[in-house]
């Protein structure tokens, strides 16, 4: 069975700062997306993965994947408060598309 | 303008009632999904659909009976069997091939039993 499990699930930072957020997945796929989540919103698709090795960025936002260890990373750049949102990792298994819990995001000035 | 849609946004239900939430694509997207989201909380899976007339379970499956007729369209139905039915409801969709590309989700139905 698929699991997909993020970390940290609240992450609090000062703008101007660098974090990481993690997403472990159990079974071998090679294809995994980020999205974000504004309170009382839908999806909105960052990042598409599909390869092992695979690193994309926008503005601060840069995402990587690594397929052997069942990792990808979500890393942020000098933080700023528009960054504030939920984000979710997801991967994608014959279509079968599970998603992590969550990483709730406050950028503090 | 091609995109997913999901109706009604809020929707309000009695206790016992089956309610049905409706899911539209445009995209031609084969792969079609059901997801339900608790305040604060992540998106777990309710079912799937790969092809017109199939469909799978996904996780939170009990409840919640589906249809896939057509290949635009994704209705899912809350039984009066869902104890616990409010929340927030997404609907996504891809393309559910090998040049695949992201899901794409609609805005959601905020579902209430009153």
């Known amino acids: 069975e698929l699991k997909v499990e993020q970390n940290p699930l609240f992450l609090s930072m000062q703008e101007g700062k660098n974090y990481t957020i993690y997403c472990n997945y159990s079974?071998?796929?090679?294809?995994l997306y980020w999205y974000r989540q504004d309170p009382g919103k839908s999806l909105e698709s960052l990042f598409v993965?599909?390869?092992?090795?695979a690193v994309k960025q926008e503005g601060r936002l840069m995402a990587s994947l690594d397929t052997k260890a069942r990792l990808s990373t979500l890393h942020i750049t000098a933080a700023v408060h528009d960054l504030s949102a939920t984000y979710f990792c997801?991967?994608?298994?014959?279509?079968?598309?599970?998603f992590g819990a969550g990483t709730r995001l406050t950028v503090k000035p | 303008d091609g995109g997913i849609t999901q109706s009604p946004k809020y929707l309000f239900r009695k206790e016992g009632q089956n309610v049905t939430l409706s899911c539209e694509q445009n995209l031609n997207h084969d792969a079609m999904y059901w997801y339900r989201q608790d305040p604060g909380q992540g998106l777990r899976l309710i079912y799937y659909?790969?092809?017109?007339?199939?469909?799978q379970k996904g996780d939170i499956a009990e409840g919640y009976s589906v249809s896939r007729e057509k290949k635009e369209s994704f209705p899912l139905t809350v039984t009066s069997a869902q104890k616990n039915p409010t929340a927030f409801y997404l609907c996504?969709?891809?393309?559910?091939?090998?040049?695949?590309?992201?899901?794409?989700f609609g805005q959601g139905t905020r579902l209430t039993v009153v």
């Open positions: 659909s790969q092809i017109v007339n199939d469909f």
């Open positions: 997801a991967v994608d298994l014959n279509n079968d598309m599970r």
């Open positions: 993965l599909l390869s092992n090795g």
């Open positions: 996504a969709s891809s393309t559910g091939q090998a040049d695949i590309t992201e899901a794409f």
């Open positions: 079974t071998t796929s090679d294809r």
